[in-house]
């Protein structure tokens, strides 16, 4: 059984920064890609961005792209998302997910493993 445990979510005012930790544990510690989804209130789950675990590569969506950076500890089996210049409309309960062999790591259906989120509120 895989584990994925999101921290370092809470309140933050526009323009600051923060930062969410995405701990993995369990078997199959070596996903291809992992991605990190958020979902605002009313609203449904999109996707934020993903990294490829092994080269690093990492990929965006276009309301972050700039402002937000995704790495990994290979060693800690951990996934991190840098937020910078955080505004209002980044508030959502974050979500970091290990991607399925085979599928889009933009699709929400195309993750094997969740974790339970964290809350991130920025305020004006």
């Known amino acids: 059984q895989v584990q994925l445990v999101e921290s370092g979510g809470g309140l933050v005012q526009a323009g600051g920064s923060l930062r969410v930790d995405c701990a993995a544990s369990?078997?199959?510690?070596?996903?291809?890609?992992m991605s990190w989804f958020r979902q605002a209130p009313g609203k449904g789950r999109e996707f934020v961005g993903a990294?490829?675990?092994?080269?690093?590569?990492?990929y965006y969506a276009d309301s972050v792209k700039g402002r937000f950076t995704i790495s990994r500890d290979n060693a800690k089996n951990t996934m991190y998302l840098q937020m910078n210049r955080l505004k209002p409309e980044d508030t959502a309960v974050y979500y970091c997910?290990?991607?399925?062999?085979?599928?889009?790591?933009?699709?929400?259906?195309?993750?094997?493993?969740w974790g339970k989120g964290t809350l991130v509120t920025v305020s004006s």
């Open positions: 997910a290990i991607v399925r062999r085979g599928s889009s790591f933009t699709w929400v259906d195309g993750m094997e493993y």
């Open positions: 369990g078997r199959t510690l070596s996903p291809d890609t």
């Open positions: 990294i490829r675990w092994s080269a690093g590569t990492t």
